[in-house]
């Protein structure tokens, strides 16, 4: 909520238009904590805060495909009001059979298991493919004075895991949850920013930009979420 409240200050300041602070907002809210913060997390915290993480990605994936959309959707000129419809989409339901699954540790037979697995493997690298098309059509001029991007970068990068820190210190937290939320909040602009701008016809290079960036500034948000966990 303070991410948020942040965000809709900054884009008045820039004097955003609505589909590109619905966007500002999502890339600052939703970060890459699956396909590089669980890998991080595990590396940095070990294997009980990787079971943290993946239960964050759940909640991640969950909240990208109703409230993400919701934003999206809201700001698209093609949708006039947001429709209850949007909470069936095919990511929401898979990602809360997923977590009901997870939470009752129920098995999946193996003719099941075997081809949802081989469906789990190829999203990765399908988004990978979108997201470098994406980038193909973007020049090196394109990524200078782009104030709202960087604003965006800056929001993901830094002054999300510092608000994150600062709520964790008021209240009281438990190691490896602490741990695991503050270097989620730190990770890179999610790819779905981009495949959900391309959808709902939003700045789909200004996704598509931040997400660059923001991978390539984890040297500065990797020092930064292990300065603030030897501060917790």
Known sequence: AIICFLCLVIAKCLNVDRKR????????????TGFIGIPLVQLMCGEMSAFYASILEAANDILIFTFGIFIMQKASEEEKGFSLKNF???CFIGSVIGLILFVFQ????????GPVEMLSSATTPVAMIVLGFQLGGLKLKDFCGDKLC???????LVIAPLITFAVLKIWASSYPADTTLLIDM???VAVMSALLSQKYDNDTALATKAILISTLGLFVSVPLCTLLISLL
């Open 150 to 156: 960087y604003a965006a970068v800056l929001m993901k």
């Open 186 to 188: 730190g990770m890179p």
């Open 88 to 90: 069936l989409n095919p």
């Open 106 to 113: 129920i098995k999946l037979p193996g003719f099941i298991a």
């Open 21 to 32: 602070r619905s966007l500002f907002i999502f890339m600052s809210v939703f970060g890459n």
